[in-house]
T-cell receptor, first 112, second 114 residues
Framework: QKEVEQNSGPLSVPEGAIASLNCTYS??????FFWYRQYSGKSPELIMS????GDKEDGRFTAQLNKASQYVSLLIRDSQPSDSATYLC????????????FGTGTRLKVLA | GAGVSQSPSNKVTEKGKDVELRCDPI?????LYWYRQSLGQGLEFLIY????????KSGLPSDRFSAERTGGSVSTLTIQRTQQEDSAVYLC????????????FGPGTRLTVT
């Protein structure tokens, strides 16, 4: 069974700090990785995708991928209270069909 | 452009009744996915479509669940003889192509079975 694991949190950080969210996956040949943000009572919203080892930056968000270690992380710089949400990691599978497996999410709380 | 739309936004039904949930993907997106999210839980994959065909139905919980997609666009998820454990938010997502493409989610349908 292919798995994607995230610490459920909550991860609490003070406003203005860097929040670091981590995700590990079990399928060594996964190629596509995604971070979604989900506010309470809302649907997931795509933040970033990453496909290659290394860092990818978009505004205050940086995704980091290390395929050798099978982890992907999301850094949020200058965290704001509005960043408080659950962050979901999604990874493609090699089960022969095209779908993602989602982690259960990490709840982030940014304290004002 | 318009995003993924779903209807109804909320549905309350009695145990044993059938329900239909609708998803209208982003125009031009060929892949469409259905997920279920129970309260406080992660996303559970149900089924995906590439065009009108469903290569992967592995996530459908039982034979009471079925889905179809017509014209490569709108999809309907049908739950027959609903049970209380079917209560959840049903989310639809679409992407340009199946596979590595980014998925965009609709607002979801909250189903409550009484």
């Amino acid at each position: 069974q292919k798995e994607v694991e995230q610490n459920s949190g909550p991860l609490s950080v003070p406003e203005g700090a860097i929040a670091s969210l981590n995700c590990t996956y079990s399928d060594r040949v996964s190629q596509s990785f995604f971070w979604y943000r989900q506010y309470s009572g809302k649907s997931p919203e795509l933040i970033m995708s990453i496909y290659s080892n290394g860092d990818k930056e978009d505004g205050r968000f940086t995704a980091q991928l290390n395929k050798a270690s099978q982890y992907v992380s999301l850094l949020i710089r200058d965290s704001q209270p509005s960043d408080s949400a659950t962050y979901l990691c999604a990874v493609d599978t090699t089960s022969g069909t095209y779908k993602y497996i989602f982690g259960t999410g990490t709840r982030l709380k940014v304290l004002a | 452009g318009a995003g993924v739309s779903q209807s109804p936004s909320n549905k309350v039904t009695e145990k044993g009744k059938d329900v239909e949930l609708r998803c209208d993907p982003i125009s031009g997106h060929t892949a469409l996915y259905w997920y279920r999210q129970s309260l406080g839980q992660g996303l559970e994959f149900l089924i995906y479509f590439q065009g009108n065909s469903a290569p992967d139905k592995s996530g459908l919980p039982s034979d009471r669940f079925s889905a179809e997609r017509t014209g490569g666009s709108v999809s309907t998820l049908t739950i027959q003889r609903t049970q209380q454990e079917d209560s959840a938010v049903y989310l639809c997502a679409s992407s340009e192509l199946a596979g590595a493409d980014e998925q965009y989610f609709g607002p979801g349908t909250r189903l409550t079975v009484t």
